[in-house]
């Protein structure tokens, strides 16, 4: 597995328990999680718990999660990964987040960037997925930025903070 890819602002490094203080900060906004499958996180340790969660799946090689750093000042700003590996059907699904105060600055399309040519060219991946919710309106923005195709709406997919929540797929193939 790739540990680290580098963009002209961003290293994408694989998440490591040390980022557990820097992802908690991340991942305890509400406006950050709205969409996401999890709780704002209270504690440090919930956030230490995620990334030894994630560890195990990129040991498992289903799947890996990088911590996104800005490159001039070496802050963490979120994260992105490949939230499931299918080697079988050369497929994986793509998720991403990023601190509020970094929205709206062209992190995330330059992350998933990144992550799309590491999906189609090293690992040799014929398909990229995402799911987002139809109300996570600036994620689709994104996507589109990217020219992801929309396929359609699972209605009531996922039970996501106690209800059912329908999601958008946005695919993107190696031929695209």
Known sequence: MINNLYTKRLHLRQMAATDAAELF?????????????????????????MINFLTELANENKAIRYTIILRETNEVIG??????LDYEHEKTEIG???????????YAPEAISILLETAFDSLDL??????????????????????????G???????????FVDLNVYSKLKTD
């Open 25 to 49: 900060e991340v991942w305890s906004d509400p406006d950050v999680t709205k969409y996401m499958n999890i709780t704002p996180f209270t504690t440090e340790q919930e956030a230490a718990g």
């Open 96 to 106: 991403y987040d990023l601190a509020k105060n970094h929205w709206g600055n062209g």
């Open 79 to 84: 994260s992105c990964g490949f939230n499931s």
């Open 153 to 163: 709406r699972l209605r009531e997919a996922e039970k996501s903070k106690g209800r």
């Open 126 to 151: 014929n398909r990229v997925e995402a799911k987002v919710e139809p109300e996570n309106v600036n994620s689709i923005k994104v996507l589109e930025k990217l020219n992801f195709m929309y396929e």
